[in-house]
């Protein structure tokens, strides 16, 4: 699979993936070509140069790049690559490509009543990832919309009808790993009419509560993240 970023310096190399909090200052001689991997705003410095490192992949891009001798992407979820990843970076297109990892794209809803309170769901014990966490309403991209999807899953997993349902926003994909499987979630925040929730198999529990209760819980990866994409911007107390 490829992930698209931002091209911080240019270039194509591969190497095995090396996850780090922050990059090393100096890096020993002799070792394999590295792709190091960091959510860190770090910049290569001078002891990461080839042929030790081939690419550097960072999540938060620096506001004021250095020079680099070594292609570099920013913009990329540091918890979607592992250590050992073969890598392959493009920093002139601004992507990087998985060889042994495969795309899944799937939707996922966040069903809002009308005091801002939010539907979480706990998966089932019958559903083939991530089992007993708790989560939005989701469900794999089959429609040939991801906003159509949205609107289906959320019939089916709790029979709220599309005519109670409107479409508030929607931002794209939040990455998440789980093996050699990212699953590509579009998130989407839904308002309802009509709070009567009635589950299917997939969930055995659901919960409507404060968006701040998705940082307590056991959830699905990421999702904190996909809330904060489609979450109402907070406007500042006058």
Known sequence: MELAGVGLAAGRSDGVARCVDRLPSDVPSGSDPVVWVTPGPDWPGPGLAPPTTAA??????????????VPVVGGLPANVFRDADRLVVDGDRGVVRLSSVREVRVVT?????????????????????FQGRWAGVSGFLEDPTAEGQALREILEETSLPPAALTVLGTAPPIYARDGGTVYAAQ?????TRDAAVRLNWEND?????????????????????????VA????PKR
């Open 56 to 69: 550097v992949i960072v999540e938060t891009s620096p506001n004021a790049p250095g020079p680099a001798s």
């Open 205 to 229: 529990a659901f919960d409507w509560v404060d968006p701040a209760e998705i940082a307590r819980r056991p959830t699905v990866p990421n999702l904190d993240r996909a809330w904060r994409a």
């Open 232 to 235: 109402p911007a907070v406007r």
């Open 109 to 129: 809803a966040f069903v809002e009543r009308d005091d801002g309170r939010i539907l979480l769901l706990r998966r089932s014990g019958q559903v083939g990832s």
């Open 187 to 191: 998130p989407f925040r839904i308002r």
